[in-house]
């Protein structure tokens, strides 16, 4: 059975936070093992261990959710965007679509720009 080395070492590392227990690579070697998880090499404990040294790695977890989930504020910020890029689409002055015929976009501004600009 092939397991992907990270992410058996985000997952002990993230038991080990829950607990509250330090993240060394020896506790999350020893996580992985009594997994029954055996092809993770040593260098995936010892790179999250320095990584995870000092941090509160569940203060790390809620803040990223935080900032990805955003709440009723991200919300309200992607509505308020919506209703920007709608009436601007209306007026006809969408900076994407000016100076083009008919106000389609192309690859071209997806890109940077053509091939052969």
């Known amino acids: ?6 992410k058996a070492t985000a997952y002990a590392a993230l038991i080990l936070a829950d607990e509250g227990m330090e993240i060394s690579a020896e506790k999350l070697r020893a996580l992985i093992k009594a997994a029954g998880i055996e092809d993770v090499e040593p260098i995936w404990t010892t790179l999250f261990a320095n990584a995870l040294k ?3 790695v569940t203060e790390l977890v ?3 959710s935080a900032s990805v989930g955003g709440g009723e504020n991200a919300e309200k910020g992607k509505a308020d965007e ?6 601007a689409e209306k007026d006809g002055s969408s900076a994407e679509g ?7 976009d192309s690859d ?10």
């Open 1 to 6: 059975m092939s397991t992907d080395p990270q």
């Open 54 to 56: 000092g941090k509160h």
């Open 62 to 64: 809620t803040d990223i």
């Open 82 to 87: 919506l209703n920007q890029d709608g009436d």
């Open 98 to 104: 000016a100076g083009k015929e008919g106000g389609e």
């Open 108 to 117: 071209d501004d997806l890109f940077g720009g053509g091939l052969f600009d």
